[in-house]
């Protein structure tokens, strides 16, 4: 039996929940092809980290084994991780590969995960509904999870129908967020089961930006941002007049002028900027490194989880080299 028809086995007629996963078909090999891939891969927004290790686009679940919204955490972890300045996402990636087990059934880490997501204490997205109908439809939805991740029955008619409100207005960055929060908590208002790709890569974002947006307020107020905007505004429409507009992605060499010419000028700016708005800065700074902890400690979670997900996995035998899947 080939590798990509043996990495998911499901009895017919049976809904998805029912079948199982089998991390790299079972073969060791399998693993090892994977990892190669990653190894020599060039990384980039049109080059995932999962798509590399399965070596093209949509082949994820066939030659890893296991769902495609697993492809989603690995790859926002790895770019989170880099974007940390301490490893590379090709690194990153190649260690969590690294980590999944041969032969493991790997099904419903993506949904743990996506229940840690929504419902941990320190990192989950719901302890920022602190307004109804929010609160109300984010401990419904606590509830039903911890029920689905028990092995429970639950009827369809259980989930909620949640019917969207004009969130009050608080400040502007706050409405944005109580909107944001609104729109994710509506579409995720389903059996985790249910995630599909897009759902899980919205879920992915929002809880990294909410954990990097915990105490802000201390650091750094919607006034403060709106006149860094100003002062930004202002050089960009300047940078303009000076440059010219942006050459377009085609102008390969004016385009590299252009930039080079641009970073000098902003470099310039800041350096302006940081001697006339002091203050301004120095909170900004001060802004910029808690969030950069925050980030760092979010990401530090995330892998751990994942990584304790994958050694916690039911697993299967694994096939010695020559045994032939059946």
């Not at 109300?136 to 259980?158: N, T, V, W």
């Not at 759902?199 to 403060?224: I, N, P, V």
């Not at 440059?243 to 390969?252: A, D, E, I, S």
Request: proline share 5%; charged share 25%.
């Amino acid at each position: 039996m080939g590798e990509r028809n043996s990495s998911r086995m499901a009895s017919p007629g049976k809904q998805a929940i029912a079948s199982s996963w089998i991390s790299f078909a079972a073969d060791p090999a399998q693993k090892e092809r994977c990892l190669a891939r990653l190894r020599g891969a060039e990384l980039g927004p049109d080059n995932q980290p999962s798509d590399c290790a399965a070596g093209g686009k949509q082949r994820f679940s066939d030659e890893l084994g296991m769902p495609e919204t697993l492809a989603v955490v690995i790859d926002v972890l790895c770019w989170l991780r880099q974007s940390e300045g301490k490893i590379s996402a090709r690194k990153q990636a190649i260690d969590l590969i690294e980590a999944i087990p041969v032969g493991a059934d790997l099904g419903t880490v993506s949904q743990r995960y996506a229940h840690w997501l929504l419902h941990d204490a320190q990192w989950g997205i719901a302890q920022y509904c602190t307004t109804e109908p929010l609160r109300s439809l984010s401990a419904r939805l606590r509830a039903l999870h911890d029920k689905e991740l028990a092995g429970l029955a639950i009827d369809d008619s259980e989930w909620p129908a949640f019917e969207q409100v004009t969130s009050t207005d608080t400040g502007a960055a706050d409405a944005a967020d109580d909107q944001h929060m609104e729109d994710l908590l509506a579409s995720l208002a389903v059996p985790l089961r249910r995630i599909d790709v897009e759902q899980m890569g919205r879920l992915c974002g929002a809880a990294a930006y909410f954990a990097g947006e915990k105490a802000r307020s201390d650091y750094w107020t919607d006034s403060e941002q709106r006149q860094m905007d100003d002062l930004y505004g202002a050089f960009c429409v300047s940078t303009e007049q000076t440059l010219g507009p942006r050459p377009p992605p085609q102008q390969t060499a004016e385009l590299k002028d252009w930039i080079r010419q641009e970073q000098a000028l902003d470099a310039a700016w800041e350096k302006q900027m940081r001697q006339q708005q002091l203050q301004l800065w120095r909170r900004w700074d001060a802004w910029g490194k808690k969030q950069a902890a925050l980030y760092a400690a979010f990401n530090g979670s995330a892998v751990d989880l994942i990584l304790s997900l994958f050694k916690r996995a039911p697993r299967r035998d694994v096939f010695a080299p020559g045994q032939q899947l059946h």
